[in-house]
C-alpha cells in the first residue's frame, strides 16, 4: 500500500536517528538509515549535523519517493523502525524518605507552595532554594515533596549530585542523564548529546504533572536545560550555599529560631535530656546558629547525658568560621581516639564513598575493626550509612575533619594515609577491570595481591560500586604526584566505558588522565591507550571531531613504540566514527588498513593470539561498510566469513550480530528469504543472551523484510 512520507516526517527522522540512542538498536538504525539515503539518491550522503542539512536532505530524498512507490514504503517502513516506546515516562522510585525531625520551615514550604500552585502564565515553574551547608535544604525539599504526591502524579525524580562537587562538579549533560536514567529511560535508549537529551526529556514531561528535584546543584549551567516547558511540571533546584543566577523563584533557607531550634533539640533527643541541659541551652544556641545539623550533632551530646558543648568552647567558637566546625571538632572528642582518627584520615582523600576496607586502608586498621568504627561516627551524627555498608561525610564535615587531620597528625602521616587508600583503589579497580574484560589487553593482569572476582558480573558489578571513588582517585593521585598511578587507574576505567556505557562519567578523567601521560610520558604505551580510550569516549558521545584528534595522538605513540596491535586498533576506531558519519569509502579504507597492520604481526609476536579474531572483526566492519557502499557481493562475502568464525569460535552474540548484518545486506540487495533465514538464526542465538534490545531490533528487520516487494 502506497504510502505518503512528508518533508517534515523525514527531517524528522534524521534528526532522531543522528541524535539518538548510542545502543546497539540506535547505531543500526543509523547505518540503516545512511544505506537507505545511498539507495534512494544513488550516492552517498555524509550524516547531517545541522536543521538545514536535515532539512535539505529531506527534500532530496522526498523527491525521489514521491515519483516511485516502492522507495515511498520502504521509507515508510524505516520510519516506522524508530523506538516509540522510549518516551514513556515512568514514575520510578520518587524521593528518599524525608526526616523524621522536621522543625518549622513554615515560610519556606508556604513559598514552595506558592510556587507550585500558583497561575503558569507562561513562566515556567522553577524555584531554588538555598542556604548554608547542613541549614536544611535538603531537609526541607524531601519533607515538602513528600506531601505532594496527588499533585504530581506522574511521578517525582530526584537527582542528587553531591557526588560531582568542586572542580570535578557534574556536567550539564551528565544531569540531563541522570535524570532521564530516573525517568526510566534504558542505557540503549539514552541519546549520546546534551541537545538530544534535553529533547527528550521535553518529550517525557510534555503535557505532564511531575517534581524534578535537582539536590546540591553548584551551578545554573547544571540544571538550565531542565526548566520545564510544561505548566504542570515543578523544578526544584537544591543548592547547598548562596543562591546563583538561575531564573527561578528563590527561596532562602533561614537559620532555625531559638524556638524551634529547642523543639529539634527536643525532637532528636527527647524532653528529659534538653531540660537536664537548661543551663547549657542559652551557649548551645549560640554555638549551633540555627544550623539544623549543629543541632543534631549536639542533641547526641544530650543523649549521653554529657556537657552539650566540651569546657573549651569558647575558644572552638572563637576559631569557628561556620556553626558546624565547632560541633564537629565536640564530636571528634567524644569518639575514641581511634575512631576519631580514623574519620579525619579518610577525609583527607575527599571521597565521594567511604566503606571498611577503604577506611582500614587509610587508618592501618582491620576491615572489622573500621567498620565499627564507622558505625560509631555515624552515632555521632559525623557519617551518613548510605547503602551497602556505605558511608559518607558532608562536605562541611569532611573539611572539618581534614583540617583537623593536617593539624593533629604530621605531612608524612597524612600523605601516607591517601597513598594507601589510592593505592587500594587501584587494586580493587585493577581485579574488578581484569575479571570484567578478563581477555582484553587494554586492561592489566589482575595483580597478584588482593581479592579476585568470581566472573565477569561479579568484577563489573564491583567496578560500579567502586566508579565515583576510582574517578576521585585518577584526580587524588595526580595531586600527590602519584602520576603512574593516576594513569593506571584511569586505564582501568575501560570495562565501565566499553560495557557499561558510562561514558559522562569518566570521560573528566579521561581528558585529565590523557593530558597528564602528555606531559609526564610523552609516546608511551599507557599514553597511547589514554588517548584511545578517550577518543573511544568522545567517538560516543558525538563529538566526532575532538575523537579524531585524539585517534591521531593515538596513533603517534603507537608507532613511536612500535606497537602494531595498539596501532591497528586505533585506526579500526577511526574507521568506526567514519561508518558512524555514512563515510562509507573511508571507513573502508580504515577497516582495510587495520587488517594490513593485524596481518603484520607474526607468530610469537606481541598481541599474535588476538590476530584471528581481530581480523574476524575488521572482516565484518569492511561488510558493513560496503553495504553502505553497495557492493553487496563483496559486502556478503565479508560478513559471511565473519559469521563462520564466531560460530567456530562459540561467540553466540558476535555470531549474532555478525548475523544480523548479513541480513541487512540481503535486505538492501533484494534477497528477502535470505534475509528472514539470517534473522530466524540471530534470533535463536540471542534468545538465551536475553538481548532484547537486539531481539526487538531483528523483529523490526523482519517487519521490513516481509513488506518488501
Same mark, same amino acid.
Not at 14 to 20: D, I, L, Q, Y
Given at each position: 500500500m502506497f504510502e505518503v512520507v512528508t518533508v517534515g516526517a523525514l527531517?524528522? !527522522? !534524521?534528526? #532522531?536517528?543522528? $541524535?539518538?540512542?548510542?545502543?546497539?538498536? &540506535?547505531? @543500526?538504525?543509523?547505518?540503516s538509515?545512511?544505506?537507505?539515503?545511498?539507495?534512494?539518491? &544513488?550516492?552517498?550522503a555524509p550524516l547531517p549535523d545541522t536543521e538545514e542539512e536535515r532539512e535539505d536532505l529531506a527534500c532530496r530524498v522526498h523527491i525521489r519517493v514521491s515519483a516511485d512507490r516502492r522507495q515511498a514504503d520502504e521509507w515508510a517502513l524505516l520510519l516506522r523502525s524508530l523506538p516509540r516506546d522510549a518516551a514513556e515516562l515512568r514514575p520510578g522510585a520518587g524521593l528518599p524518605p524525608a526526616t523524621r525531625h522536621f522543625t518549622d520551615r513554615e515560610s519556606v514550604v508556604r513559598q514552595l507552595q506558592r510556587e507550585a500552585r500558583r497561575a503558569a502564565g507562561g513562566r515556567p515553574r522553577v524555584a531554588l532554594l538555598h542556604g548554608p551547608p547542613g541549614i536544611g535544604t535538603s531537609a526541607v525539599a524531601l519533607h515538602w515533596g513528600a506531601g505532594q504526591a496527588d499533585r504530581f502524579p506522574d511521578g517525582q525524580f530526584y537527582v542528587d549530585l553531591r557526588d560531582g562537587a568542586g572542580e570535578h562538579r557534574v556536567a550539564p549533560a551528565a544531569v540531563l542523564g541522570r535524570l532521564l536514567e530516573r525517568m526510566g529511560v534504558e542505557p540503549d535508549r539514552m541519546p549520546p548529546t546534551g541537545e538530544a537529551r534535553e529533547e527528550l526529556y521535553r518529550s517525557l514531561t510534555a503535557g505532564r504533572r511531575a517534581l524534578v528535584v535537582i539536590d546540591h546543584a553548584c551551578t545554573a549551567a547544571q540544571v538550565r536545560a531542565l526548566i520545564p516547558a510544561t505548566p504542570e511540571v515543578f523544578l526544584l533546584v537544591v543548592s547547598s550555599g548562596p543562591a546563583f543566577a538561575l531564573e527561578a523563584e528563590r527561596v532562602a533557607v533561614p537559620p532555625l529560631t531559638d524556638r524551634d531550634a529547642v523543639k529539634l533539640l527536643r525532637r532528636?533527643? &527527647?524532653?528529659?535530656?534538653?531540660?537536664?541541659?537548661?543551663? /547549657?541551652?542559652?551557649?548551645?544556641?549560640? /554555638? +549551633?546558629?540555627? $544550623?539544623?545539623?549543629?543541632?543534631? *550533632?549536639?542533641?547526641?551530646? =544530650?543523649?549521653?547525658?554529657e556537657?552539650?558543648?566540651?569546657?573549651?568552647?569558647?575558644?572552638t567558637m572563637e576559631r569557628s568560621v561556620h556553626p558546624v566546625r565547632g560541633l564537629v571538632h565536640a564530636a571528634s572528642r567524644r569518639l575514641r581516639p581511634e575512631t576519631a582518627r580514623l574519620c579525619r584520615l579518610v577525609c583527607l582523600g575527599d571521597w565521594p564513598e567511604i566503606d571498611a576496607q577503604l577506611a582500614g586502608w587509610a587508618a592501618q586498621v582491620a576491615p572489622d575493626e573500621a567498620a565499627r568504627m564507622l558505625d560509631e561516627a555515624a552515632e555521632a551524627q559525623l557519617a551518613e550509612p548510605t547503602a551497602e555498608g556505605r558511608y559518607r561525610f558532608r562536605p562541611e564535615v569532611r573539611r572539618a575533619l581534614a583540617d583537623a587531620a593536617g593539624s593533629?597528625?604530621?605531612?608524612?602521616? +597524612?600523605?601516607?594515609?591517601?597513598? @594507601?587508600? *589510592?593505592?587500594?583503589? =587501584? $587494586?580493587?579497580?585493577?581485579?574488578?577491570?581484569?575479571?570484567?574484560?578478563?581477555q582484553s589487553w587494554r586492561v592489566e593482569p589482575a595483580p597478584a595481591e588482593g581479592t579476585a572476582y568470581a566472573d565477569e558480573a561479579d568484577g563489573m558489578t564491583a567496578l560500579l560500586a567502586d566508579r565515583a571513588n576510582v574517578l576521585r582517585a585518577v584526580f587524588v593521585a595526580q595531586e600527590y604526584q602519584q602520576t603512574d598511578t593516576a594513569l593506571r587507574l584511569a586505564r582501568a576505567l575501560w570495562p565501565l566505558q566499553l560495557k557499561a556505557g558510562h561514558f559522562d562519567d569518566v570521560l573528566p578523567a579521561l581528558r585529565f588522565a590523557a593530558g597528564c601521560a602528555?606531559? /609526564? %610520558?610523552?609516546? %608511551?604505551?599507557?599514553?597511547?591507550?589514554?588517548?584511545?580510550?578517550?577518543?573511544? +569516549?568522545?567517538?560516543? =558521545?558525538?563529538? /566526532?571531531?575532538?575523537?579524531?584528534?585524539?585517534i591521531e595522538a593515538a596513533l603517534a605513540c603507537e608507532r613511536a613504540v612500535g606497537h602494531l596491535r595498539g596501532e591497528a586498533s586505533a585506526v579500526e576506531l577511526r574507521g568506526l566514527l567514519r561508518l558512524a558519519s555514512w563515510r562509507w569509502e573511508e571507513a573502508f579504507e580504515c577497516f582495510t588498513e587495520a587488517e594490513r597492520l593485524y596481518r603484520l604481526i607474526t607468530p610469537g609476536q606481541e598481541g599474535a593470539a588476538d590476530v584471528?579474531?581481530?581480523?574476524?572483526?575488521?572482516?565484518?566492519?569492511?561488510?558493513?561498510? =560496503?553495504?553502505?557502499?553497495?557492493?553487496?557481493?563483496?559486502?556478503?562475502?565479508?560478513?559471511?566469513?565473519?559469521?563462520?568464525? !564466531? #560460530?567456530?569460535?562459540?561467540?553466540?552474540y558476535n555470531h549474532a550480530r555478525a548475523l544480523t548484518d548479513l541480513a541487512e545486506t540481503l535486505h538492501d540487495e533484494g534477497d528477502q528469504a535470505g534475509a528472514l533465514e539470517a534473522i530466524a538464526e540471530a534470533e535463536r542465538l540471542l534468545t538465551?543472551?536475553?538481548?532484547?534490545?537486539h531481539l526487538r531490533y531483528l523483529a523490526d528487520l523482519r517487519r521490513r523484510c516481509e513488506g518488501a516487494p
Open positions: 527531517a524528522a !527522522f !534524521f534528526g #532522531a536517528v543522528g $541524535n539518538g540512542a548510542a545502543g546497539e538498536l &540506535g547505531k @543500526r538504525l543509523l547505518l538509515t545512511g544505506a537507505q539515503v545511498r539507495r534512494t539518491l &544513488g550516492w552517498g532528636v533527643a &527527647g524532653q528529659e535530656p534538653v531540660t537536664r541541659a537548661k543551663r /547549657h541551652m542559652p551557649a548551645l544556641l549560640d /554555638h +549551633c546558629a540555627g $544550623n539544623a545539623y549543629a543541632l543534631k *550533632v549536639a542533641a547526641t551530646r =544530650l543523649l549521653t547525658e556537657a552539650p558543648l566540651p569546657d573549651d568552647a569558647e575558644e593533629q597528625e604530621t605531612v608524612p602521616v +597524612c600523605v601516607a594515609a591517601v597513598s @594507601r587508600v *589510592v593505592q587500594g583503589l =587501584l $587494586n580493587r579497580a585493577l581485579h574488578g577491570a581484569h575479571a570484567a574484560l578478563p602528555e606531559q /609526564h %610520558s610523552p609516546r %608511551s604505551r599507557i599514553t597511547g591507550a589514554l588517548h584511545f580510550q578517550l577518543a573511544h +569516549c568522545l567517538g560516543e =558521545l558525538r563529538y /566526532h571531531d575532538e575523537a579524531d584528534g585524539e584471528p579474531r581481530a581480523l574476524a572483526l575488521a572482516t565484518r566492519h569492511q561488510g558493513r561498510a =560496503l553495504r553502505g557502499m553497495r557492493e553487496f557481493a563483496r559486502s556478503r562475502a565479508r560478513l559471511v566469513s565473519a559469521r563462520d568464525f !564466531f #560460530a567456530e569460535a562459540g561467540e553466540a538465551p543472551e536475553k538481548a532484547t534490545t
